[in-house]
């Protein structure tokens, strides 16, 4: 079971790691800290014989590369149709949208979501969207470790609801990216370090829905300009192992990478992210490698789509899990990074209700059937293999299937 300190949105530290650790342990500090360099050693044995005493020398057997592994999902939608789906006598319990996935992204050393909607103890729907406290409660029994809260709806409640947010997860013990509660956190980077391997976090959004920050407080949740980008990659760049970047951006319901996306990431490339997730649009987006001038290589998975949500579009019900097994050497140097984004479906019933997430391999006729979307839209009709082949054309060669 990870472990997961109740210090956020600071330096991450923890010393040790082996090639088959014990379970995961996720630590956090104020201080950064670089791993020691890791030294070769000889061990010499003493062999004595009638005429002369031999010394033989034999060298230390190699030390094995670290591999962890980083999971993530995409947008949290919680239409209040959704919320009422997980409302019970006692009040709420969303684990019900979990059940599925959580042994899966309980196994990742390291698990990211996209919470699009702000945590303010109320229900109220779109445009300007808030769910319950206890959707925390069931991010941390899914597994997840590291919550996003830039998005284009952080402001849908005001300061007050973003910072209530904000207070929810981390009284979760989940750490939290893409915004402060003041200017001391913003100034602070978030490194997360996992079985000895150090990971940084940048997380930004392209806007707030026509809402502004306060005017006395600009750093309290990250916006995407790209001087800032720059700036903030090149000073976490050095004091971590992985950097990996949440990026809420595109167009909604596009499965294509707008040119924008694709400017973007190429400079989050070129300033050394080695992994972007991108979320916002709602529906699935390809996964791709890019390269900088000097050879630096970045996956970039464009969007993740919907984890889950109320919404009645059909490819708005197709989302994915992106797993990655990542690999270094001794010293901590990136070799490899594998993987892909495994389908998954948003199931609800009429009207609305009933909500839970199935993965696309175990979703049936039947299930499609029962799917209450075509209640909301006739023209829309759930079909397994329609999902199937739209992962395929848009995931190509990264879909993967849950093993």
């Given at each position: 079971?990870?472990?997961?300190?109740?210090?956020?949105?600071?330096?991450?530290?923890?010393?040790?790691?082996?090639?088959?650790?014990?379970?995961?342990?996720?630590?956090?500090?104020?201080?950064?800290?670089?791993?020691?360099?890791?030294?070769?050693?000889?061990?010499?044995?003493?062999?004595?014989?009638?005429?002369?005493?031999?010394?033989?020398?034999?060298?230390?057997?190699?030390?094995?590369?670290?591999?962890?592994?980083?999971?993530?999902?995409?947008?949290?939608?919680?239409?209040?149709?959704?919320?009422?789906?997980?409302?019970?006598?006692?009040?709420?319990?969303?684990?019900?949208?979990?059940?599925?996935?959580?042994?899966?992204?309980?196994?990742?050393?390291?698990?990211?979501?996209?919470?699009?909607?702000?945590?303010?103890?109320?229900?109220?729907?779109?445009?300007?969207?808030?769910?319950?406290?206890?959707?925390?409660?069931?991010?941390?029994?899914?597994?997840?470790?590291?919550?996003?809260?830039?998005?284009?709806?952080?402001?849908?409640?005001?300061?007050?609801?973003?910072?209530?947010?904000?207070?929810?997860?981390?009284?979760?013990?989940?750490?939290?990216?893409?915004g402060a509660a003041s200017q001391a956190e913003a100034d602070e980077e978030t490194i997360i370090e996992v079985n000895g391997v150090r990971i940084g976090f940048l997380s930004y959004t392209y806007d707030f829905?026509?809402?502004?920050?306060?005017?006395?407080?600009?750093?309290?949740?990250?916006?995407?300009?790209?001087?800032?980008?720059?700036?903030?990659?090149?000073?976490?760049?050095?004091?971590?192992?992985?950097?990996?970047?949440?990026?809420?951006?595109?167009?909604?319901?596009?499965?294509?990478?707008?040119?924008?996306?694709?400017?973007?990431?190429?400079?989050?490339?070129?300033?050394?992210?080695?992994?972007?997730?991108?979320?916002?649009?709602?529906?699935?987006?390809?996964?791709?490698?890019?390269?900088?001038?000097?050879?630096?290589?970045?996956?970039?998975?464009?969007?993740?789509?919907?984890?889950?949500?109320?919404?009645?579009?059909?490819?708005?019900?197709?989302?994915?899990?992106?797993?990655?097994?990542?690999?270094?050497?001794?010293?901590?140097?990136?070799?490899?990074?594998?993987?892909?984004?495994?389908?998954?479906?948003?199931?609800?019933?009429?009207?609305?209700?009933?909500?839970?997430?199935?993965?696309?391999?175990?979703?049936?006729?039947?299930?499609?059937?029962?799917?209450?979307?075509?209640?909301?839209?006739?023209?829309?009709?759930?079909?397994?293999?329609?999902?199937?082949?739209?992962?395929?054309?848009?995931?190509?060669?990264?879909?993967?299937?849950?093993?």
């Open positions: 079971m990870k472990r997961l300190a109740a210090l956020v949105l600071c330096l991450l530290v923890l010393a040790g790691c082996a090639q088959t650790p014990a379970p995961s342990e996720i630590t956090t500090s104020t201080t950064a800290q670089v791993m020691p360099e890791t030294t070769s050693t000889t061990l010499k044995t003493q062999t004595t014989t009638t005429s002369e005493t031999q010394t033989t020398t034999t060298a230390a057997p190699p030390e094995p590369d670290v591999t962890i592994t980083l999971g993530g999902v995409g947008d949290i939608l919680l239409h209040s149709s959704v919320s009422r789906s997980c409302k019970t006598d006692a009040g709420y319990d969303f684990t019900r949208l979990f059940e599925t996935v959580a042994p899966l992204i309980r196994s990742f050393d390291l698990a990211f979501v996209n919470q699009e909607v702000m945590l303010t103890g109320k229900v109220e729907n779109y445009p300007r969207f808030a769910a319950p406290f206890e959707v925390a409660d069931a991010l941390k029994w899914a597994g997840f470790d590291v919550v996003n809260v830039a998005t284009n709806h952080s402001l849908d409640q005001g300061e007050k609801g973003f910072l209530s947010c904000l207070d929810a997860l981390r009284q979760r013990d989940l750490v939290t990216i893409g829905n026509g809402f502004s920050l306060p005017s006395d407080k600009p750093w309290m949740i990250n916006q995407i300009e790209e001087g800032r980008i720059r700036a903030d990659a090149r000073s976490i760049r050095p004091k971590c192992d992985l950097l990996v970047v949440s990026m809420h951006w595109g167009v909604e319901y596009s499965h294509d990478p707008s040119s924008r996306q694709r400017k973007l990431a190429q400079l989050l490339c070129d300033e050394g992210a080695d992994v972007i997730i991108g979320t916002h649009p709602h529906v699935l987006q390809p996964a791709e490698w890019l390269e900088s001038a000097n050879g630096h290589r970045c996956f970039c998975a464009y969007s993740l789509g919907n984890y889950v949500s109320g919404q009645t579009r059909l490819a708005a019900m197709l989302g994915g899990i992106l797993e990655l097994t990542i690999t270094f050497s001794p010293s901590l140097e990136l070799k490899s990074i594998e993987g892909g984004i495994i389908p998954i479906v948003t199931q609800y019933e009429a009207p609305r209700t009933g909500h839970r997430v199935y993965y696309l391999s175990q979703y049936t006729k039947e299930l499609a059937d029962a799917h209450g979307i075509s209640e909301e839209e006739p023209d829309v009709v759930m079909d397994p293999d329609a999902l199937t082949e739209l992962a395929q054309r848009v995931l190509g060669d990264y879909l993967i299937w849950e093993s």
